[in-house]
């Protein structure tokens, strides 16, 4: 091979034995040759075996793998590896599935591409680079996407707010391939209007894709309450599901606006629904109706380790207002997506709430990320989403 050589002090393989896909930067004893940020390099062991492949970056996590074989990382590479993402995704009955033309084919170590997300939205594709080593690469990505993804006209980069700040990339968010300004998608045959460009993240939140099937499932007669609830994601599920009432809450407005946009895409003139441009814990303080379903799904409220402890507090309290809104026998479905904090942790947080409000309280599901939102075996920080659906007397 003719890359750049990452040489590990002594016993510094070992994670690389067990395929984690990261190098942290202690763990480097010398580099040989010339090394830029987002190059590819290789890794080797202190007795100079080749170990793995992958994309340098400044900071504390210095190599993320691409390969633990000696391999080039070239065109091949790239068609090889996207398309075995599409293939996983035709066996999850998502590609080339009419009733779902939005799903997730990338997701990043779980896709064996750290630092790549790709979400599918009908003929057009979001790419989000988290290094600097995928934001070089985003041109061959985008015509590997063009030639594997059937019926994709246009790909999208959205990494301005993702890539490493230090970098100094100057990236620009815009087309790479193609042009389209929003597009309709469908998701388990229903209808919603995704915004990739102003939109949040890449622009819906395909990983609560099952979550919103299980909650229609629940849904019929209940009047129901969708707070932190984007464009309406599981508001659309509920009405389809039969909910007497459905009132959705974000502090967005924007959100709101597509919300109300999705309900009329599906359900025309249907009164059950309402929509709140409003702060979730205000909504609750000031609201003194009760609903027989409640959803939670606030955003990550911690990114980093220090402010765990607040998350965790964070989770509580909302919680326990949630607790005081539900009827009895209702149902609430609570989520933390914060990758941060841990399944039990968050349990301990909910379980708390709920020992406060006194109430007779059962776990009827618990919940995570959908298939195509793998996670890696060897990488188990992939799995970031948590849901409790409890029922409570
Ligand atoms: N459940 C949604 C995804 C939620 S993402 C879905 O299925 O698509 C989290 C949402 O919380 C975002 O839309 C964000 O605008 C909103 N948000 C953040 N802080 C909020 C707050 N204090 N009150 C209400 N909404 C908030």
Known sequence: MIYPKIILKKGKEEPLLRFHPWIFSGAIFRIEGTVHEGDIVEVHSANNELMAVGHYQIGSIAVRILSFSNIAIDDNFWMNTIQQAYTLRKTLHLAENELFTTYRLIHGEGDHLPGLIVDIYGETAVIQAHSVGMHHSRVVIANSLINIVKGLKNVYYKSEVTLPFKANLAAEDGYLIGNAEKGI????????????????????????????KLLQ???????????????GGFSIYGLQGGAALVHSVDSSARAIEVTNENVALNFPNDTRHQAFAEDAFKFLNQSNTTYDLIILDPPAFAKHKNVLH???????????????????????????????????????????????????????????????????IYHVEGEYLKGLVLYVE
């Not at 849904?219 to 969708?226: F, I, Q, S, Y």
């Not at 989770?315 to 399944?343: D, H, M, W």
């Open 185 to 212: 998608v469908k998701e388990s045959g229903l209808l919603f209007l995704v915004d990739w460009i102003h939109g949040q993240k890449t622009g819906f939140f395909v990983d609560q894709r099952e979550n919103r």
């Open 310 to 376: 607040n998350a965790l507090q964070g989770y509580r309290k909302l919680n326990a207002q949630a607790f005081e809104k539900i009827a009895p026998n209702g149902i609430l479905f609570t989520f933390s997506c914060s990758q941060i904090v841990s399944k039990e942790q968050f349990r301990l947080a909910v379980f708390t709430a709920a020992a406060q409000s006194g109430r007779r309280i059962r776990i009827l599901h618990q919940l995570s990320q959908p298939a195509d939102h793998p996670i890696n």
């Open 217 to 231: 499932y629940y849904a019929n007669g209940r009047t129901m309450l969708n707070l932190f609830g984007y464009t």
